[in-house]
């Protein structure tokens, strides 16, 4: 999905193939882009709202926002009522450079949505992401994604702790000298979107 015109904002692969997406501090008009998971995951999840789930992401944050709240980038909930009713809520650290970024939810803060289109997984979003960022239409960070893995603990036979250091080690390596994301780059001039 991507709702932006304009210089509210834009999107390139990098030269190692990861998605960048640039938005605007100022002025994006209430709108976003984005990534939604799939339908049939978002209903396994509704529907086993007390599986532990854990989330990992790989991102390179180019630009701060000039906000230090309501930064969220990923999250799946009932969008009826998010703020009591998620499974997960993540945002990035406000400061440039690669991170990776961990969650994990032993099930469901209250519920789901019982009309399961009311549900949403925001796999990764910029600008004015629902619900929590339309309290700042106008602000967010540009970021490059280079993974999302959303895993059902008890199916991938792992511990999340297990989990969780496995992640760590392919993180240290794609970033470190010789990995895929070593020196990757972008293009797009960060001041044309003010």
């Known amino acids: 999905e991507n709702t932006f015109t304009g210089a509210e904002g834009a999107f390139e692969r990098t030269t190692n193939g990861a998605l960048h997406g640039v938005v605007s501090r100022t002025s994006q008009g209430g709108h976003r882009a984005g990534i939604y998971g799939a339908d049939a995951i978002r209903d396994y999840l509704a529907n086993n709202p007390g599986r532990e789930v854990a989330m990992f992401v790989w991102a390179d944050v180019t ?87 959303l895993i059902d603990v008890a199916a991938s036979g792992m511990s999340y702790a297990e989990l969780l250091a496995a992640d760590q080690a392919a993180y240290t390596a794609f970033f470190g000298e010789g990995g895929r994301g070593f020196g990757d780059a972008t293009a797009l001039d960060l001041g044309s979107y003010p």
């Open 63 to 149: 630009r701060v926002a000039t906000a230090t709240t309501n930064l969220y980038f990923t999250g799946m909930g009932n969008t009826a009522a998010f703020a009591t009713n998620r499974l997960l809520l993540g945002s990035l650290n406000n400061t440039t450079g690669p991170r990776q970024k961990a969650l994990n939810s032993s099930g469901w803060s209250g519920s789901p949505n019982a009309n399961a289109s009311l549900n949403a997984i925001y796999q990764a979003f910029w600008g004015n992401v629902p619900p929590y960022n339309s309290l700042r239409s106008d602000d967010g960070q540009s970021f490059i994604l280079y993974q999302y893995h």
